[in-house]
């Protein structure tokens, strides 16, 4: 290794805070008020592709076409893969061990990332049934849905 | 340039300080859903899109990933362009040389920002260094008033001046119904707005827009077979100078900077020798009233110390014999990754004598435009009528 002992490397602590804000949009907008309003989960459905797409959305990626029509999809869904997580970060939003998993929802053509939780790690398996708990305190947040747990 | 390319279509939102109905992707849709309406194209026909946006100015990262379904890049081909105030001029040229290199034919090109949702002055102040700037920098006022400050020590110039262009690009805009700050001011409302920074006052800096434009590029083969009035690309180029080179401290410096050195070698590229004949429309990138002053030396459209004496005389009016920014340009309108987009596409606008209400009286051949990077760069576009220029 090359001898760089000649100076004492400096180092300087930096620091940015930026705010955001997001606007939900058109389809989002229609999905956190059902979500929050009336305990509804809304997916957007492509007539020309016929698939109902989570997260809703205006614009079908596949064909462009533009999206207009909301469908009410689950509450029931299936795990389509899932880990258990056992390491603690600072950013992760939990403690582990938890269980992140993909389900889709009934009606659903797209699995959703969630929570599931009431569950035994042990018990955890592709094609597992499972249901939403909402939040009791709803914000129009997607965590208005808690988590997910086994039926 | 290896092939000629040409602007076959674009479009745009209308800007505003805010739009809460829609989300990004939303927004940014519009503009590419305006753009491919006018080209005549769906967005299958499209070989590759490029976006380009300021860095977490909406508070997320990879803008390129999450708006594909809102810019149709699903499957496709492309990048994200990331050069600050420059990027929607960068994110054309980068279409362009797709283009001219024959990798593809037909490019989707798209500036957005939507200004409201994200924390504009903080991630400024991450653009200056981290050791020698950022510890005192906030946002973009500062830095055009030291050059005003300088320019009106150096040249005599006095506040007046910049009221005039104040005025100039405001009442512009009331004619472009797209125009963010559409505002019927007199000089006097100018000299009398809030003192942000001496010398600039709220009136002198551009607004903090949303907004998104999109323009379709294609080779000549495609532009001559599908576009009735295709737009050509005859030079570009980009220089930079180095972040603490703040040159306009003394606006006689004799050293070279960024915006002549550029302007010099486009005109040698298009053997231009009197830029104000030659071209018959300029867009410049006038984040403040000061900037577009100095821009019409750099330029060369008239000498050293000379600019404000253009303004005074109405020579860059809508109606005047050397028009700048006609859209009211980005004084009125200024959603910053669309911002050097809108330059390029308004002057192909102008072109195609498509620019409707502010439409500059008189045959439009030739046009000019300029970008603007946060520290000390541009890129600059010329574009022509037809492919004899």
């Not at chain 1, 760089?4 to 705010?19: C, G, M, R, S």
């Not at chain 1, 061990?97 to 009606?107: E, T």
């Not at chain 2, 495609?222 to 100078?241: F, G």
């Amino acid at each position: 290794m090359e001898e760089i002992k000649h100076y004492e490397p400096f180092e300087v602590d930096q620091h940015l805070t930026a705010n955001s804000r997001y606007y939900a949009g058109r389809m989002g907008s229609r999905f956190y008020v059902a979500l929050r309003d009336q305990q509804k989960i809304l997916g957007a459905k492509c007539p020309k592709c016929n698939k109902v797409l989570w997260p809703p959305r205006s614009t079908c990626q596949v064909c462009f076409s533009e999206l207009t029509e909301t469908v009410e999809i689950g509450p029931l869904g299936t795990v389509e893969t899932f880990t258990v997580v056992t390491y603690n970060e600072p950013v992760q939003p939990r403690k582990a061990p938890f269980v992140y998993a993909v389900i889709k929802l009934d009606g659903a053509d797209t699995g959703m990332a969630h929570f599931l939780d009431e569950v035994d790690l042990d018990e955890v398996h592709i094609g597992m049934r499972v249901r939403p708990v909402f939040a009791r305190d709803r914000k129009a947040n997607i965590l208005d849905i808690q988590y997910f747990k086994p039926l | 340039m290896k092939r000629n390319v040409a602007i076959v279509g674009g479009g745009q939102t209308y800007h505003a300080a805010r739009r809460h109905d829609v989300d990004q992707v939303e927004m940014v849709n519009e503009a590419v859903r305006r753009a491919l309406d006018d080209a005549g194209m769906t967005i299958d026909e499209i070989d590759t899109v490029f976006l380009g946006n300021m860095e977490f100015f909406e508070g997320v990262h990879m803008t390129d990933c999450w708006l594909v379904h809102g810019t149709g890049a699903y499957g496709k081909p492309g990048l994200k362009i990331t050069t600050g105030g420059t990027v929607g001029a960068t994110t054309v040229c980068v279409g362009a040389h797709h283009i001219a290199s024959g990798l593809f034919d037909k490019a989707l090109c798209i500036g957005f920002e939507k200004q409201e949702e994200g924390d504009t002055g903080a991630i400024l102040s991450g653009v200056a260094h981290p050791l020698w700037g950022r510890s005192l920098a906030g946002a973009a006022v500062g830095y055009f008033a030291t050059m005003g400050s300088s320019y009106m020590a150096t040249w005599g110039a006095t506040e007046e001046h910049s009221a005039m262009v104040a005025v100039k690009a405001r009442q512009n805009a009331r004619k472009n119904p797209y125009a963010h700050l559409k505002l019927d001011i007199t000089i006097e409302d100018a000299l009398n707005s809030r003192m942000l920074s001496y010398p600039i006052r709220m009136l002198d800096m551009c607004p903090a827009s949303n907004g998104a434009c999109a323009m379709v590029l294609a080779d000549e083969k495609t532009a001559k077979k599908r576009c009735k009035k295709p737009v050509w690309i005859r030079a570009m180029d980009t220089a930079h100078n180095e972040q603490f080179e703040l040159d306009w401290r003394f606006v006689d410096t004799k050293r070279p900077i960024f915006s002549k050195v550029c302007a010099a070698r486009m005109y040698k590229k298009l053997g231009v020798k009197k830029p104000a004949e030659y071209f018959d429309v300029f867009e410049v990138y006038e984040p403040a009233t000061w900037a577009e002053l100095i821009w019409y030396e750099d330029l060369g459209l008239c000498g050293p110390g000379e600019g404000f004496r253009l303004v005074e005389k109405g020579m860059t009016n809508i109606d005047g014999p050397i028009p700048v920014n006609p859209s009211g340009g980005v004084l009125s309108t200024n959603c910053i990754g669309a911002s050097a987009m809108l330059r390029v596409w308004e002057a192909a606008l102008q072109i195609r004598g498509d620019a409707g209400g502010h439409q500059v009286p008189k045959d439009v051949r030739r046009a000019l435009t300029t970008g603007y990077g946060g520290t000390n760069w541009t890129v600059m576009t010329a574009l022509s009528k037809t492919l004899d220029d």
